[in-house]
Every structure is written in C-alpha cells, then in structure tokens.
C-alpha cells in the first residue's frame, strides 16, 4: 500500500465531498427535532376526558 501525494488528495476529496453531503443533513435532522419537541408538547395541552361520562354517552 502507498502512501503517494495523489493517493492522499484523491481521499481528502473523498471527504471533502461527504462532509459537504453531511452538512445539507443537519438543517433536516433540527428541523425533525424540532418538529418532534412541538408535538411531544402539544399532546400535554390536550384536555383529559373523564372515562365515566364517556362510557354512559354511547
């Protein structure tokens, strides 16, 4: 295995390109984040329903 100069651009190039692919990522994974926190507080805010009242009604 050879450690030549053309081999180590050819892989600082491969990074490069993932690391730019990775960075278009991290606007979607905050966005789902944030998308997850508002729903998980929005179920909180919802009234309880009595159980008893509900089962005499149907």
Known sequence: ???SPEKRN????ILHV???IAVLFV???ASLLLIAALAGNDR???P???RT???SVR
């Open 27 to 29: 606007p979607v994974v």
């Open 10 to 13: 050819e892989w600082r190039a």
């Open 48 to 50: 309880d329903v009595d």
């Open 1 to 3: 295995m050879s450690n």
């Open 18 to 20: 993932q690391a730019r």
């Open 44 to 46: 909180k805010s919802v």
């Open 53 to 55: 009242v509900t089962g």
